[in-house]
């Protein structure tokens, strides 16, 4: 399969990077694209594995030196993906998974036609505010605002391609991987097609005209 962007959005606890995880675990033909981001670092993290953390300025230079594919602001701080990424993943012939939000989503589907954008849907309000206090991470004010754009974001999900419903999270990752399967046979990302197509065509020809036909 010829490697394209898999674009993974959802509102902040809506379970995509969940589910980006395992996909990434079950399948070599994947790779995360790991974002650069000035928010502080939470608890476990670790740099150049979830994120690139980056300072305000430095961030600043590499968007003037043309650096990302893409970047946006989130909850007051910058996001963006690194182009270096991409074709660090895409050299590996991988499909690069994308953790973006809506803003960056629309970027990249304007530079990368071809791109796969999957929107990830929380089952319920209760489910998002859940997941949301349970990571410990984040203030009740930050988790308030994010639940607050959340509402915003979730009206987004008619410019995505596919939406997931992330109740069960074997289910939602199963159904993923079903899309991909069959994303993987459509003509335009299917690589050697061409040029098998071309062999074949000649092979008809020629199994056609040794063929008897009786005057
Ligand atoms: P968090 O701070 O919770 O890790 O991420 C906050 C939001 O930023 C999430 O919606 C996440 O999808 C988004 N995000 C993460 N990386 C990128 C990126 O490279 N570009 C853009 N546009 N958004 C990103």
């Known amino acids: 399969m010829r490697p394209f962007l898999l674009v ?14 395992s996909l990434l675990q079950a399948r070599d033909d994947l790779g995360y694209s790991v974002s650069a981001t000035t928010r502080p670092v939470r608890d476990g993290e670790r740099d150049g594995v979830d994120y690139h953390f980056l300072a305000r300025d430095e961030f600043l230079r590499r968007v ?7 970047w946006a602001t989130y909850a007051g701080n910058l996001y963006g993906t690194l182009r270096s990424e991409i074709d660090a993943l895409f050299s590996q012939g991988r499909t690069a ?12 589907r304007a530079s990368f036609p071809n791109s796969l954008h999957l929107f990830v849907l929380p089952p319920s ?7 949301l206090a349970g990571r410990n991470t984040e203030s009740p004010a930050i988790v ?4 607050t754009h959340a509402a915003d974001e979730l009206a987004a999900v008619a410019e995505y391609d596919y939406a997931i419903f992330n109740e069960d999270l074997d289910l939602a990752v199963a159904e993923v991987a079903a899309i991909l399967d069959a994303e993987a046979r459509r003509v335009n ?15 008809v020809i020629a199994a056609a005209s040794r063929i008897a036909v009786s005057p």
């Open 97 to 108: 998974v994308l953790d973006v939000e809506i803003e960056g989503a629309r970027q990249i």
């Open 64 to 70: 003037e030196a043309g650096d990302f594919i893409e």
């Open 125 to 131: 309000a209760e489910v998002l505010v859940d997941r």
């Open 189 to 203: 990302r299917q690589e050697g097609l061409t040029p098998f197509i071309a062999r074949l065509r000649r092979d």
């Open 144 to 147: 308030r605002e994010r639940m």
């Open 8 to 21: 993974l959005s959802s509102p902040s606890g809506g379970g995509k990077t969940t589910i980006a995880r």
